[in-house]
């Protein structure tokens, strides 16, 4: 059974994601602030799959990431598939952000990608098997008013996938990113009123926002054997948001 990291997998896409996963992987849950989400998340999981653990992480420090990886390897030997999942998000003008929220931003979303890759990479290499999947959103490709620091934060993951996913091929290590459109999450309610949500809704071509299941079920698919040819992609899953 192999074991899978997913970063920020307390609530939210990366709960969805660890519940899609648990009858066929050993889990890592990563938090950092909603323990008590995360703890209650390890309870549901572990009445199925004993080989779960939750690890309460800083995923934008890399001593943390370091502390991270040690206990996940000392539980189930090995990291073999990566999940960058753990983002957060800023809606303001930029004239109205600070240089201390905009780095904020980028290194939650993007140094923590580098810092987790980096991490798994080696031992990844030394079997020549593994699975890294970046969450990006349609945002890093279409970039979105009022959330600059957001969406270049994506629009960078979306870089660093193409080209590790060109350093990692030799050695048998896929790499993709998944670009969620709207997705009803908390993070979502919370950036945006009842009304803007309504009138975003209106711009999907499906008539509805994605539930975060959904997004599990693809990155489910991605890093089965199945996808075992795909690698350097940014699979996009927006219900053709214009």
């Known amino acids: 059974m192999k074991t899978v990291l997913i970063t920020g997998s307390s609530r939210g896409i990366g709960a969805a994601i660890a519940k899609r996963l648990n009858k066929e992987y050993k889990i890592v849950i990563n938090y950092n ?14 009445k199925t799959n004993p080989n779960v653990i939750a690890i309460k992480t800083d995923v934008s ?3 943390e990431v370091n502390h991270l990886f040690e206990i996940a390897e000392n539980n189930f030997g090995s990291v073999d598939i990566l999940i960058n999942n753990a983002g957060i998000s800023s809606f303001s003008l930029i004239q109205d952000t600070s240089f201390d ?4 931003i980028l290194s939650t979303n993007l140094d923590s ?3 987790n890759s980096k991490r798994a990479i080696p031992n990844m290499i030394s079997k020549k098997d593994g699975v890294i999947i970046n969450m990006s959103s349609i945002w890093g490709e279409l970039g979105s008013s009022m959330e600059a620091s957001y969406s270049a934060s994506k629009g ?5 996938t193409k080209s590790l996913a060109k350093e990692l091929a030799p050695s048998g290590i896929r790499v993709n990113a998944v ?9 979502m309610r919370n950036d945006f009123s009842k009304e803007e949500l309504e009138s975003l809704k209106g711009e999907v071509g499906l008539g509805r926002f994605a539930s975060a299941e959904e997004i599990a079920g693809l990155i489910h698919y ?10 350097g992609e940014i699979v996009n899953i927006n219900g053709s948001f214009s």
């Open 113 to 115: 990608v580098f810092l």
């Open 61 to 63: 420090k890399e001593d």
């Open 101 to 104: 929220e905009w780095r904020k």
């Open 33 to 46: 602030n909603s323990e008590k989400e995360a703890l209650d998340l390890l309870d549901e999981l572990r």
């Open 179 to 187: 670009a969620p459109g709207i997705v009803d999450t908390d993070m």
């Open 222 to 231: 991605l890093i089965s054997d199945e996808a075992s040819y795909i690698t």
């Open 156 to 160: 960078a993951i979306n870089s660093f």
